[in-house]
């Protein structure tokens, strides 16, 4: 099959006076274009494949709860508010729908006449209706009447039975009855919402066990529906799900306290208005025309499927199925020297700076970092920010023990880490039992910088230790997030962020940072004058480049600054993972700036920062942040120099092997559209990411004793 090119169609602005940009939505999926092109590439395992295809499912998810049902507020109050390449939210939502239509469209075909096929061959099946046989159907209506049937409670829709409150992505079945004392075009409606705790994928037993045979709970019910409502037929039933804003909207200078107003707040998330309706296809109009009359929702936000609703659930069937054969080659993050020694975590850190790459690097290491600090007699205090970790976080369960050891223990958890507030706040209320002090964020701006700090006393006197990352404390995803982590006992560096943290627990309103670069303090002044500094040396006809690995670039002083640089002569080279507003590769404007993106096995997540000739000396930084007005000016980020030539080098190395991809790398035209990489030879296919797991999978040197 021909690889689908997106193009973005959006720089109409030119530069004679008026920069041009590309639409932020629009940008964004194209990154999620990137993410179903993994999907449909016959390179990866096929498991991968439809793992890939569940997260387009989830992005997209995200995606409608946030971004669009922030654009239908727009449209709704009146706003006019334009984004950067002058498009109003009305004609944004128009062309939002055109894409998502095709690119939902496009997942859905390589879920059906791609992945399923394959899957088929390999003994991995995924059964319709149509291709049960008669003891599939015993099993499944068996399984109905003793799992299904017993905890599914049928909905009428009548004037005694108003419209019942449909939770956000929650499944259900719409159901059409015949009633023949019913008129004509008005046949009893009834929905059966189907509790979460069920199974979306059910295994059926089969008597070969070489075959794995599954269904969809949503076909389970369907078959099974007329149990539910006796007395009538069944005219169709049809799977739906309904999308709601996700948003939370929190006057944090009104709270009085601020994690019983989110608490409050997440439960009326649920109750969101509707901004999208996925239904199976085959739902008459007239059915459909009264389920969104309920639901208050237009035409336009409706999402004919020709498959399984929510493809998210594939993640489930990913787990179970062992089938190595089918799934990427796993691998063990390496430790390496200096971390592979068994001396003290503390001492190896005091003699010199240490940098992983993660997940080649293993984050235990992190880990053991706040494990030894819990334990150590010589340790009295830790601090920590915690914006994401995992359910059952090692590192929050250290910094318990820490408090249970008697150490002074402080955690800056934010409450408001999108989609992840519920866990926070779980975890908060823990932390607080077991003595921990624990701040919840800080009203106005969101804690994202990812910070540790040890104060441990020695025999000279007091020292600090500090873990910086560009990824979250979450061991699990670290295993699939590329990020750096970085540790010092630098006196500069440690002090500062001794300060930060003061900063954030008490009161601060311009804190003064020489070596770190903070938003939403300095870090934006910074990064302009950095950028700045390099055209002034390309004017002058002194070496000058930019090399930036981040997510997400929005900001348009920045994006402007960039231009400007360019125009000046700068090299600048962006490997910019999803959303980019910059247009590269205009005459006049950005010539001399490239911008490509990396999509495959592990989300690219690391921000880093290379400046050739800032005062001579090149400046290597990384950091927590993105190039967003919200990372700069609503958000707490860290971005941190890394200052020794050996971890220079290692930096610039990373950003080397990453510019020479062409495997999963695409480039972006002038145009908006993302291209494949072409290498020096034509038949070339280099992947970064496989060069860096064969590179950390090398046996390490012996540790020096």
Known sequence: MAEKITVLRTPRAKHGGKHAYFNRELSWLAFNRRVLEQAQSADNPLMERMKFL???????DEFFEIRVSGLIQQVKSGVIQVGLDGLGPTEQLRRIHDVVVSQVADQYRCFREDVIPELHKCGVHFLSPEELTKPDLNWINHYF???????????AIDPAHPFPQIA???LNVLVSLEDPDAPENESPMAILPVPRILPRLVRIDSPDKSQLRFVFLSDIIKLNARHLFPGYGIHSAHAFRITRNSDLYIDEEEAENFLEMIEEELKQRQKGAAVRLEIEDGAEEPLLQRLLGHIDLPTEYVFRIRGPINLLRLMSVYDAIDRPDLKFKPFQPAVRPPLNSTQSIFKLIGEEDILLHHPFDSFAQVVEFIQQAAKDPRVFAIKQTLYRTSGDSPIVRALMEAANNGKQVTALVELKARFDEANNI???????EAGIHVV????????????????????????RYVHLGTGNYHPQTARIYTDLSFFTARDGITAEVAHLFNTLTGFGRSPEFEHLHVAPYNLHARLQEMIGREAENAAADRPARIIAKLNSLVDQTTIDSLYEASRSGVSIDLIVRGTCCLVPGVRGLSDNIRVRSIVGRFLEHSRIFYFENHGGEPVVMAGSADWMPRNFFRRVET????EEPRLQNKILHLLEISLRDTAKAKKLLPSGAYVPVEGEDADASFSSQSHFLE?????PAPASL
């Not at 569940?54 to 997209?60: K, Q, R």
């Not at 590179?695 to 046996?699: D, G």
């Open 54 to 60: 569940a997260i387009v499912s989830s992005n997209l």
């Open 440 to 463: 919840y964020g800080m009203v106005g701006f969101k804690i994202h910088c990812k910070c540790s700090l040890v104060v441990r006393r020695e025999d000279t006197g007091l020292r």
């Open 145 to 155: 009447r003793e799992q299904v049937f017993p905890v599914l409670t049928p909905l």
């Open 695 to 699: 590179e950390y999978q090398e046996p």
């Open 426 to 432: 779980q975890w908060a209320k823990q932390m607080e």
């Open 168 to 170: 956000n992505k929650t």
């Open 639 to 642: 971005a941190f120099p890394i």
